[in-house]
């Protein structure tokens, strides 16, 4: 004769229900997300124009993507010249990456030491 528990799941050691805890993302220490101009055209051609833009993680890649989440090391860019395509695009040209990095180690750095930005970036981008 079969138990409560197995004929309610079907399964005699039914799994635990378990909800998967959320990471915090932290809001962006450069820019409102809901400005939808480009940083880098800000930054470089004083452009102010409002863009399609996509949210881009200063630390790009498996792991540095969570701590740019964490640290809020994010900024909009714009998707037709600064984000994955073009000569300009961040995930193409690594000067370009390397300013929103120094940027952010600026903002960064404002609020924080700089021994914490090299714990946890690994790299200091302001030389």
Known sequence: MRSERETMSGLMFPKQKTKKKRKK????????????????CMLLYDDHSIKRVHEHHICFGTANRAKSEELGLKVNVCIDRHHKYGP?????????????????QRAYEQNHTHEEWVSHIGKNYLD
């Open 25 to 40: 993302h932290a809001k962006s220490i450069l820019k409102d997300k809901g400005d939808k101009r480009c940083y880098l």
């Open 88 to 104: 300009e695009a961040v995930h193409n040209n690594k000067k370009m990456s390397e300013i929103l990095k120094a940027a952010a």
